[in-house]
């Protein structure tokens, strides 16, 4: 008769994992396999967050998560899961355990395959499809965007300020609304996440309402060799104010030459902020892919333990990264 085992790792354990993935992923996972990236998700002091279940054969299967907080048993995104072939059903079981292994509140997966989501409903998890939101800005031509149909939607001038932040310090002189959405992101997460990634610069911005930051929303500009996009990427906040960014986009794209806005999202209301929402049958191709440009809608699919005041954005996760092929 068999036994199971399940443990978190430690660092000086890494390489077991590297191992494994090499073995079992079906190719090489660049997360894992690029040192800097691997360090900077996935090490947490003496321990690296990935869970392995094992049997008596060894690893069976390793969940890897990215933590949205500094505590313990902050909110949780899974990154890579993977299991031996033939022992799917603990790969499963160790999926089921995630959440109760690491205390996370809500529990998320950003950019999933479409054909996973019935393994996760299985779980009980609410599997879904983000939203893919963009405004363009007023151009003659179009070098990146195929456009057919040039809808921008009327928006007016916002009521409120946006204000650029020079790092975590001036965050934490007017922002701490962090407990009105979920997952809970803090200090520690805006700070690692946006003002020391190792690869791209953001830009995070403070909404102002009659003197007082209620929210902050975080933009990259991807520059390629047909010109520029603005991404927004993230928004931290209360999911019912995002409409307030109306206004600003345009002033954004004018200011630093992009030809159009995208945003990647889930429980927010885009066309509040003056986006058009892309739909199946759209006119439009608004490209994810711009390094090397590749001019096709793309679809992305998440799932999460809990809706409630849930939101999702493209930076989530280990999303929104250099392409290491």
Request: with cysteine.
């Amino acid at each position: 008769m068999s036994s199971e085992t399940i443990k978190r790792l430690k660092l000086c354990e890494k390489e077991q994992i590297v191992d494994f993935l090499n073995e079992h992923w079906g190719t090489k996972h660049p997360l894992v396999n690029n040192e800097t990236l691997f360090n900077y998700y996935y090490v947490d002091g003496e321990w690296i967050n990935f869970y392995c279940l094992c049997d008596d054969d060894g690893i069976a299967a390793v969940c890897g998560y990215i933590k949205c907080g500094e505590k313990a048993d902050s909110d949780i995104w899974i990154s890579i899961w993977c299991a031996k072939k033939g022992k799917n059903g603990l790969g499963l079981a160790l999926m089921g355990k995630m959440q109760e292994l690491t205390g996370a509140n809500v529990m998320s997966c950003n950019n999933i395959r479409q054909n996973t989501m019935p393994f996760y409903t299985f779980l009980g998890y609410h599997p879904d499809g983000m939203n893919h939101y963009y405004r363009l800005r007023d151009l003659k031509e179009y070098r990146m965007a195929v456009v057919n149909s040039n809808n921008i939607p009327e928006c007016s001038s916002s009521q409120t300020e946006l204000v650029e932040f020079a790092d975590i310090e001036d965050v934490k002189k007017y922002f701490d609304n962090f407990d009105s959405c979920k997952p809970e992101k803090d200090y520690w997460y805006v700070d690692k996440r946006y003002f020391n990634y190792p690869h791209y610069k953001y830009k995070v911005f403070g909404i102002f309402k009659n003197d007082i930051c209620t929210s902050l929303v975080v933009f990259r500009v991807n520059e390629s060799d047909e010109g520029k996009v603005l991404r927004l990427v993230d928004y931290i906040g209360n999911p019912a104010d995002f409409g307030d960014i109306c206004g600003h986009i345009d002033g954004l794209m004018e200011k630093y030459d992009c030809e159009f806005c995208d945003c990647y999202c889930y429980g927010v209301d885009g066309e509040k902020a003056g986006f058009v929402l892309r739909t199946s049958d759209d006119e439009n191709i608004i490209p994810n892919y711009l390094n090397p440009l590749w001019q096709k809608n793309i679809d992305y699919y998440f799932f999460t333990s809990s809706t409630e005041n849930f939101m999702m954005f493209k930076a989530d996760g280990d999303q929104d990264r250099i392409n290491l092929g």
